[in-house]
């Protein structure tokens, strides 16, 4: 049963365009189950998510400079492989690592490493390297947001939450990865500070919070880019009711 379609999914999964809006917990138990029992390596989740924000990200900016923030966890990950993608794509991306490279693991550690190896820019911002960051972003044609995703908790803190203020304050197109860095995805409240996005790529489905009074202020435009879990287990959350997170 269709319980929400909003018109503004993409790709070719029938089921996942018929998702209504998920909760934090919802979408993060899909891909657990996907991983979990049906055996999808993690990392072909991120290859799927990453390389369809990146389709979008073309889709939307003619930008050829393209800043890319990544934080320390999976949604920094998606960051890597939007990289590798937009590069492929022809496409100039840079990406600034806000976190310890030596603290990165798993699938987000593996795509770091690949990027490396690939020879996509990328340079490790601290506290030193921080203004000419600021600068940079003033300059950028297109920022990428592959900071926080459902993974955070509470207001942005450190690099992360100047990053967002250099971000914000910059003219560039803005994109956000999973979720707006700071936006709450239940309750759709933004955190001070929250990243102002002109466009918003979410996985498997919309968020519930996304709907809320304002939330689009902080969201852009949506567009919903599936990550290839089985349409059998998207099927057990297109008919169930919200499990209210
Ligand atoms: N296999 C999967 O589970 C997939 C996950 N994906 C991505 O992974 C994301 C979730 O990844 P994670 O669970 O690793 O979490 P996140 O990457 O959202 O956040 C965790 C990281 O943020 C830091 N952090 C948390 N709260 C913070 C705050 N308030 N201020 C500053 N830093 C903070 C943590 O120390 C950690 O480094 C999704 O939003 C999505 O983008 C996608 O790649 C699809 C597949
Ligand atoms: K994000």
Redesign the pocket.
Known sequence: MVLGSTGTHVGDQVTAAALRPLTRAEVRSI?EIA?GEYGMP?IC??EN?GRGAAEQIVAHTPANEIAILC????????GFVIARHLELMGRRPHVFLL?DPGKLAG?ALTNWQIAMAGKIACEVVDERSLPSLQRKLADAACIVDAM???????????A?ALAIQAANAAKAFRVA??LPSGLDCDTGSPGNPCFRADLTCT?VAEKIGFDAAGAREFTGTIRVVP?GAPADLMNRYAASESNGG
């Open positions: 891909d991983i993690g989740l991120m998510a934080g320390g966890g999976n949604n920094g990950g998606d976190a699938d926080l995703g459902t993974g955070a908790s509470g207001d942005p803190r450190g992360i990865i999973d996985f990550i």
